[in-house]
């Protein structure tokens, strides 16, 4: 039977992206590619061209920085304070992730946040908040990987921003400008789990007065070309598979039209189906990554049925995070429209049955 992976994370990749890097680890250049030195000339040819990818994709202006780094995203919520907080920072409280970043960020300096939807279980995006002028950045988490919601567009601040963008990167157009820093698990929308990537604006860095540890130095990472220590090989290989695949594909502004596609599609029977209903109700706020939807309160019952039923369907991955329950599918730029249409069609079968 054929699976649909609607995982959250680890997640679907393309497979082709899988395939090269399967042969990868049987013959890179006579080798295998988990026995080669991160130094050598053939590594080297991968990285680069992978930062040149990452630069040409997200139309990234000169004068910033693109590093793979280990540690996954959770190191950098310490990371980004260390580099970049010296007084106050300014964060939008949407989530776990948000939480998490904030709590780090509390042992470098004056955090504010400037909003939260904690109340009501972070269910949509808030809008109307004043951002500190006076802080050295403001931090917004632009998908809501375990709520499902997503900021789709870049905000307006008037101070830079920083971005965990680790579960929607590469699904839509970014105006890099605003941020001096984006960065993201890879293993979401780009590479199986290990690797940590970082877009960072090079002027930005060193104005922080504090001692930073040489690892968590964004500057460490600049100056050694993500090679001052060794780097997670395997997964920045995997990363330059994707990265050509999506420029094969057509870019970003292709991933963001698909995306929409797919996410139409879903939300579009969930909002039908009398069994359903979505857990985020403003349209705006919707991710198109993450989807997520319950069982409506008179059908509550049927919850383990339709997750019995899904699975006998070939559905993967689609229980929701525990702090939310019901379902949740999570639809990365690999995901095929087919994959949301066998749900779809799981959905439309059940509810015949009820
Ligand atoms: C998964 C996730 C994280 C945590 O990533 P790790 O690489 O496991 O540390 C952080 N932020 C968001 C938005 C995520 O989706």
């Known amino acids: 039977m054929k699976k649909h992976n609607f995982s959250a994370g680890p997640s679907i990749l393309p497979r082709e992206v899988i395939e090269n890097t399967a042969q990868a680890v049987l013959d890179f250049n006579g080798l295998s590619i988990l026995e080669i030195s991160h130094r050598s000339k053939d590594f080297q040819a991968v990285i680069d061209e992978a930062v040149a990818l990452f630069k040409e994709l997200l139309n990234i202006p000169e004068g910033y920085s693109v590093l793979f780094v280990g540690g ?127 877009i960072v604006k090079d002027e930005a860095l060193n104005k922080v007065s504090r001692y930073i540890p040489t690892m968590l130095k964004y500057q460490t990472h600049v100056d050694g070309g993500s090679m001052f220590n060794t780097p997670p090989v395997l997964p920045i290989y995997s990363a330059l598979q994707t990265l050509r695949w999506i420029k094969k594909e057509g870019g970003v502004v292709e991933m963001q039209r ?11 029977e969930i909002d039908r189906n009398k069994l359903f209903r979505a857990t985020i109700a403003d349209p705006e706020d919707r991710s198109y990554m993450n989807i997520c939807f319950v069982m409506n309160d008179e059908y509550k019952e049927l919850e383990a049925d339709f997750m019995k039923f899904a699975t006998e369907r070939g559905m993967v991955g689609i229980k929701g995070h525990r702090s939310v329950g019901g379902f949740r599918a999570s639809c990365y730029n690999a995901m095929p429209l087919e994959s949301v249409q066998a749900l779809v069609d799981c959905m439309q079968e059940f509810e015949k049955l009820h």
């Not at 698909?258 to 579009?268: P, V």
């Open 72 to 198: 996954g995203a959770s190191m950098q919520f310490c990371m980004v304070p260390y580099n970049f907080l010296e007084k106050k920072a300014a964060y939008l409280n949407t989530g776990v992730w948000s939480k998490k970043a904030i709590k780090e960020a509390k042992a470098f300096g004056e955090v504010v946040e400037v909003a939260s939807s904690a109340e009501t279980t972070f269910n949509y995006i808030p809008k109307e908040y004043t951002i500190p002028t006076d802080a050295d950045y403001f931090h917004v988490t632009s998908n809501n990987t375990i709520y499902g919601t997503e900021i789709r567009k870049d905000l307006d601040s008037p101070v830079p921003m920083i971005a965990d963008m680790s579960s929607d990167i590469f699904s839509r157009p970014v105006d890099i400008s605003k941020y001096i820093c984006i960065y993201g698990g890879a293993q979401k929308n780009l590479a199986p789990a290990g690797a940590t990537f970082v």
């Open 258 to 268: 698909r995306a929409k596609e797919r996410a139409d599609l879903l939300y579009g």
